[in-house]
């Protein structure tokens, strides 16, 4: 990793003691200080198959001289601009979500449409070994893809975690970066268009986060793509308010459910919220939806190749008005605890795959290629080889002119069958996820799938979803999980149909939302994607029983799907709330130290020495006498602004104040955070010997109101602080009088479970 | 007020110095203790009618040596009781608040009903005098019920202002008592079912802020209905939870909406929020919906007598499928433009009648009378006279079988005209208001309304919704601006139904979005609740689109109409950002004085003036030799644990540490937080003179970790960690050593503009 200044990793690495600040006498009077702890907790997380540094973000509002002066508190006509672009670029994110999100659908039906017409035909010919090659050449085409994305790791799995995780304050190397978007978008349209069990909502989730970040941060300096009027957006707050409106304008364009984007935005990515925020968001889903449905429009009459299917509402069940009475009501309890059940199996088993692979993935190129392969295989196999063991099925006498499906799609497909059969279990394997989960959750005829055929398709989509996610193709776990819940639903619906009042159809739409809550751990916001994707308002009060009933189930057993794999990749996640064992320890118990500090007019020298030595965000700066009578807390400087100091080369010969000079060389976007890997470096710097024996007034750019807790503070309440407002650094300041004016400073890692719980291994976690 | 030792004044009222603390020279030593400013801020709300005292509500975790002990960190059987309580009380808030919700409904629709019906019948009979004196009769009685109003100011109005404003940390006097939920559920019921032209949507709301209230904090002592096991509960903390749950099932009770109720209580009435908040709101919702499932099908077949229109979609408009072309969707812009405009002088209009109306409900419950009759005259002249003078129109042929109304419901009122003809204005102002929204929001005849019937309509219904918000009869907004909205969205309908095609019912559902997009200013929950009354998945891009047009054109001219009635209140709302000209001021700068400080072991005495004396919350309490080397912050302590503490005569005769005695002898419980206006009082204590000269030990109550600033803590920073974290006290703290370790206490009163702008006048506040 060639930027690995940009890390943070306070307390992480060997550090040196800046000793002109505190006295050794100092040292021994405080046993707090004479504690050299040092934060083990690692600084790296696994992204897709590699593993890659991490960074914290930082939402604090710097209040400094330099950025007092700064545009939003001057000047009408840019606070108008920024207003201004603002809602641009969330037109933008809406529009190129809208977009990106119509092109993926449009090349999956177009793609896998015509490898399901191709394979029909050849069927009707008996050619067997060429439709073989068909279906295995698309396999192979996402194995090349794969192989290219050896050199692109973050654009495997699903992508919700990590933008989760980027929205809780956690930036991993390259996660939202160009290159990732474009790997990402044609990676998933050759995944599920090959026919893996995939989905291809997580990926839109990522796919509308990059797209956010690249226009949010100006376009691409690498691509040579720039806009440098973007500057306003260059700080970590409007980023994740950006990255935000993307993750829900990704659901939205995934599901065509506008409303359940910003609720899926709201519920499980974000970790900070404000109304405004929402409002932007709804404003972003907005803009997708009105993408989507002139696209949609556009496309009927077969305009678009092959596809044409669904208006916006995906799978619409609204003509079958629910009736339902007390062995119903039973029944989808039953549904719902055992569907819980089934969900957490589902994340135990997500949890142990991806481990098991990575240590597979880690042992080189060539297995993970062989990995992909074997699950090709297997898909292959279930998909085309199972559905000629079984019997075919003669078509009812009412549907004569829909049985057998001609054409692409329909749910009654012939596969080796003669004339007037259909063969059920090709029905739902030889046909895109979309057009099976319609035809499972459709009212229709309850007798159309045979319980032996649901009992398979269930099992085959629960444990191919499991062991297709592992592979590092983009992949999304919704459309997996609904069709295991839908066939699981649907299957209970056959069983209890002589007993039940309730369609067969709406018992697979209960059972696809009782895997959703089970795996998931969501409610709004499934509740409203799956009311916007059935269009069925009056199932909301079962759907509504349903999720909470598996949820509660579920939650029992483990934790959601998204947050196991958070943890798993070793993202340092900060929960909402404080972990029952802090509230026995106060904040100076975990601060890491030695601490390095600077004088307010600091030697430059000294301030290279120490940059370039640790790998510390921020440093305190301490007023000093002849400046105040005693030593005092200036405030926080951070790495990348010293940087930017330096390379001004504004020094002075002699310890004094030259803060106001400093102020009219400098402007307050000098400062502004560059993208992810893109900021200035130590090594760009050119400093002279004898410019190292000079001083610098770090005043200008010193953050003077950075928030601060005792050192007797309890650490639960710093934890609370620190995760509501947004921190990186919250510095620790001593409650006695006469000892140095900081103690340490708190960061993320400082807070991690791991952290604390090694330094106190006596406490019961669960305390 | 006879509890107004509960209110919080810090700041507010003659206070004494406690000179036991500080030594002269400190004082003359610091300047900032020298400004002896006074929080001028006002500390009581209008409530109603009437003005009475507010208190801050505090969210804070105390962390002392009492509460360290207690049950959360301690007994894992306490913990289950806790969190099945929690959810136990959850279900009955859902289960009672859906009782209450189809109360409501089942009575206004009798009482309405059978006003209705006799009227039609006497009008056959040409009974005029008897149609009058039903229609006032109903109106006195709403009167009467105003009249014992006067001694329950609090059940006024719409109630969301005051649940919104106490979700944000302000409790006013008896907002959620028992008799203001009893005067509420009843008032509601007769406003409506009389005819005046309001909701039932806002009360609604409060009602379930009440029943979550009564139930949370263990019943009612007054009326000796309490529940002791319900301690967990009694903190503000748990409090605000159930009443968030409080308030989304009223809202799901109102509107049949479930979904719509959660994100109303998220996007509107809650200032804080958090995931497991979402769950336990989705939760209770979901039990309204459910009990309001099962009532609604027990009365169908007229069960419930003139209850059974409509089941759980309250205006079905499903059959009709939109499709637009361009000038369709120019034509909503524009209907969103002025569907804001309207909206904002809506508001305008609102505030300046309420602050109309305050002067003349100051002058003696004769003049409240007074306007209630007026205003009573004026709807039923509206209502009954009008019609009058509308030209009769013939039955459309292919009408015949519903034209005239037979029977209540319907929208071909005949009214004084002959058989085969109807009288259009009198279909929609002799009717419920569900009714009439349901005939506007009708897709099936184009020409029911004639356009000067519409416009008549519109008008009426825009300025009686205005003025009769004012009287003091509870009155929800929501069903006024829906009226007044979907009559000028009819109307632009008809007008324009040569080149638009879309439906004029459908133009009828934007036009009330647009209104209540322009008056209530909130996005994703008015989109879910309007898709849930209607249930047409398919309008959502274009309601999106207006309610995004018309917020944002409103938002040019002024603030949201809820904002706008807490403000005028007077009730102190945290916004959930800091005004720009708080940057310019630091935490110091505003910070009231001078301070009452205790010693950590105090003398009785001392304590008791003090309470006495003052009217402040809490007391920071400083160690102080011989216990520490120099005078050190200890932490806060609450006026009603002092109270609690001196009640128990825990004293000793020298000044010595005596806190692990107190610790045997108290209860975390003991200290528990009481329902408003129910704490122990000052005036409870009785203690001898010779007690007054003894000491205690404050340790045990003191909470030791206090949020604390820096006094050069920039202001704006300060306010936003206010905000976030839901302090009520957050202590400043001296940057320079050697001085008294705390300068001051800053209150929820200390960040509001009036008192920021009241210190330093020269700011520009814009800026």
Redesign the interface.
């Known amino acids: 990793m060639e930027n690995n200044v940009d890390i943070e990793s306070e307390g992480g690495e060997k550090m040196e003691r800046n000793a002109s600040i505190f006295e050794e006498s100092d040292m021994i009077r405080e046993p707090l200080l004479l504690k050299s702890r040092i934060n083990t907790t690692s600084q790296i997380a696994i992204v897709g198959a590699n593993v890659c540094p991490i960074e914290s973000l930082d939402y604090e509002?710097v209040?400094n001289d330099l950025f007092?002066q700064d545009w939003?508190?001057?000047n009408k006509v840019q606070i108008f601009q920024y207003v201004f672009l603002k809602w641009a670029l969330v037109l933008l994110i809406g529009l190129a979500t809208g977009l990106v999100g119509f092109f993926n659908n449009l090349a999956v039906e177009n793609i896998a449409g015509f490898k399901l017409l191709l394979t029909g035909n050849l069927m009707l010919k008996e050619r067997y070994a060429q439709i073989c090659i068909i279906w295995h050449l698309l396999h192979w085409l996402v194995v090349m893809w794969f192989l290219q994305r050896v050199l692109q790791p973050s654009a495997a799995g699903s992508g919700i975690p990590e933008v989760k995780a980027y929205l809780n304050g956690v930036d991993a190397h390259s996660i939202l970066a160009p290159s990732t978007l474009f790997v990402k978008i044609f990676g998933s349209i050759f995944g599920v268009a090959a026919g893996f069990v995939v989905g291809k909502e997580g990926p839109m989730v990522h796919t509308g986060a990059c797209i956010a970040n690249l226009l949010g941060q100006g376009g691409s300096r690498k691509y040579h793509l720039t806009w440098k009027w973007l500057r306003y957006f260059k700080n970590d707050r409007d980023r994740r308010d950006l990255i935000t409106c993307g993750a829900a304008a990704g659901v939205a364009a995934a599901f065509r459910a506008?409303?359940g984007g910003?609720?899926f935005a709201?519920?499980e990515a974000a970790s900070w919220?404000?109304?405004a925020l929402?409002?932007r968001t709804?404003?972003t889903?907005?803009v997708v939806?009105?993408v989507l449905?002139s696209l949609i429009e556009y496309c009927k009459n077969e305009k678009c190749g092959l596809f044409g299917e669904g208006?916006?509402?995906m799978f619409d069940i609204?003509n079958s008005v629910p009736s339902y009475n007390t062995i119903d009501l039973l029944a989808i309890i039953l549904l719902g605890v055992i569907g819980g059940i089934f969900g957490s199996i589902y994340n135990y088993l997500v949890d142990k795959v991806l481990r098991t692979y990575s240590i597979i993935n880690e042992k080189g190129p060539a297995f993970r290629v062989l990995l992909v392969i074997i699950i090709s295989i297997i898909t292959s196999c279930c998909a085309f080889g199972v559905p000629w063991f079984v019997k075919c099925i003669p078509c009812p006498d009412h549907l004569k002119d829909v049985c057998p499906t001609k054409g692409r799609s329909g749910s009654y497909k012939s596969f080796q069958c003669p004339d007037g059969h259909y063969n059920d279990l090709a029905s739902l394997l030889l046909t895109t996820n979309d057009d099976a989960i319609r035809s499972l959750f459709s009212p229709l005829n309850t007798n159309e799938f045979r319980i032996t055929c649901l009992v398979f398709f269930f099992f085959a989509m629960y444990f191919l979803g499991i062991i297709t996610y592992g592979i590092a193709i983009p992949s999304g776990l919704f459309i997996p999980v609904i069709l295991a819940g839908a066939s699981y639903g649907r299957l209970a619906g056959r069983l209890l149909s002589p007993i039940a009042n309730l369609d067969c159809g709406l018992f697979a739409l209960l059972g696809a939302a009782s895997f959703l809550g089970g795996t998931m751990r969501m409610?709004?916001s499934l509740?409203?994607i799956l009311?916007?994707l059935t269009?069925n308002?009056?199932m909301?009060?079962l759907m509504?029983?349903v999720l909470?009933i598996s949820?509660t189930v579920a939650d029992y057993f483990n934790k959601g799907v998204y947050d196991q794999i958070v943890i798993m990749k070793g993202l340092p996640f900060l929960e909402?709330?404080a972990e029952?064992y802090m509230?026995?320890l106060?904040a100076g118990d975990v601060v890491s130290g030695p601490l390095i500090t600077f004088s307010a007019v600091e030697k430059v020298g000294n301030i290279v020495h120490s940059l370039r030595m640790t790998s510390h965000n921020a440093f305190p700066v301490i007023d000093e006498p002849p400046i105040?009578?005693?030593p005092?807390?200036c405030g926080l400087v951070l790495r990348s602004h010293l940087l930017v100091l330096l390379k001004g080369k504004m020094f002075t010969k002699h310890r004094r104040l030259s803060g106001g000079e400093t102020l009219k060389w400098y402007h307050a976007f000098d400062f502004a955070k560059a993208g992810s890997g893109k900021g200035l470096k130590l090594e760009d710097l050119e400093i002279e010997m004898e410019e190292m024996e000079m001083f610098v007034d770090l005043h200008p750019i010193t953050n003077?109101?950075p928030?601060?807790?005792?050192e007797?503070?309890?650490l639960?309440?710093a934890a609370?602080?620190f995760r509501?407002?947004g921190l990186r650094h919250l510095c620790v300041?001593p409650?006695?009088?006469?000892r140095p004016p900081i103690v340490g400073i708190l960061t993320r890692h400082d807070f991690m479970p791991e952290h604390v719980l090694g330094l106190y291994p006596h406490i019961d976690a669960h305390?």
Chains 1, 2 share one sequence.
């Open positions: 509002i209040e007092k939003r508190s001057r506008p409303v910003v609720l709201l519920e919220w404000r109304s929402l409002w709804f404003f889903t907005a939806a009105v449905k208006g916006l509402i609204n409610t709004v509740c409203v009311l916007e269009d308002l009056l909301l009060p509504m029983l909470l949820k909402a709330h029952p509230r026995h106060v105040t009578d005693a005092e807390l003077t109101s928030y601060t807790v005792v007797t503070m309890s639960a309440k609370v602080a509501e407002l300041v409650k006695t009088p006469g305390k």
